[in-house]
Nanobody, 123 residues
Framework: VQLIESGGGLVQAVASLRLSCTPT????????MAWFRQVPGKWRTFVAS????????FYAHSVKGRSTVSRDNSKNTMSLDLNSLKPEDTAIYYC?????????????????WGQGTQVTVSS
């Protein structure tokens, strides 16, 4: 499975941004999906996840209430809408996928990863 992220960039605080992830190589509908983020020198941390059937979503406390994770299995795309962005949201955002994990917050439990997309929020 290959994961391709898009949508990162430089934005100002309180703006919104949409990140997208498109897997290739396996049926998208078989995959649970997640977003993580990482700041250089720090651990990769969980942001949000969605199960394969869109029956459940889960968010980190840091983004809950101002982000929405969604997927369109007919378009093989998962998205993360980030609103009211803060400078502390600055990080490389990674898409992750797994056949069995739905809401695992540890990056070690996800099998497939994208290359990441940089999000920079200026104050």
């Amino acid at each position: 499975v290959q994961l391709i992220e898009s949508g990162g960039g430089l934005v100002q605080a309180v703006a919104s941004l949409r990140l997208s992830c498109t897997p290739t190589g396996r049926p998208f509908s078989d995959l649970n999906m997640a977003w993580f983020r990482q700041v250089p020198g720090k651990w990769r941390t969980f942001v949000a996840s969605i199960d394969k059937n869109s029956r459940g979503t889960f968010y980190a406390h840091s983004v809950k209430g101002r982000s929405t994770v969604s997927r369109d299995n007919s378009k093989n795309t998962m998205s993360l809408d980030l609103n009211s962005l803060k400078p502390e949201d600055t990080a490389i955002y990674y898409c992750a996928a797994d056949y069995t994990r739905s809401f695992a917050q540890s990056p070690d439990l996800w099998d497939y990863w994208g290359q990441g997309t940089q999000v920079t929020v200026s104050s």
